[in-house]
Nanobody, 123 residues
């Protein structure tokens, strides 16, 4: 079992930056690919970014490519999402999740989820 706790959310003006962190419990963190999803009010939860278990491969939604960077530190059991050039449409609750080996883009392939952290971008 893996427990995930996100942090780093907050309010920022358009063009600003935030760095989200997701701390995982348990000794099996490095066995999972990790992903970030987000959900805006009234919308479906959508894929943002994912990273393979070793950190060698990363994947991004088109809407964040070139602005967001996902990384992980397996020694610290932590995954990060660096968000630059933020836009009002990035406003959402951001969730991290653990994937044991399924499709990185599909929400249903993630089996552990954090509680989320709010990101608000004002224009």
């Amino acid at each position: 079992q893996v427990q995930l706790v996100e942090s780093g959310g907050g309010s920022v003006q358009a063009g600003g930056s935030l760095r989200l962190s997701c701390a995982a419990s348990g000794r099996t963190f490095s066995r999972y690919a990790m992903g970030w999803f987000r959900q805006a009010p009234g919308k479906e939860r959508e894929f943002v970014a994912a990273i393979s278990w070793g950190g060698g491969s990363t994947y991004y939604a088109d809407s964040v490519k070139g602005r967001f960077t996902i990384s992980r530190d397996n020694a610290k059991n932590t995954v990060y999402l660096q968000m630059n050039s933020l836009k009002p449409e990035d406003t959402a609750v951001y969730y991290c999740a653990a994937n044991p080996g399924g499709n990185y883009y599909r929400r249903i392939d993630y089996i552990y989820w954090g509680q989320g952290t709010q990101v608000t971008v004002s224009s």
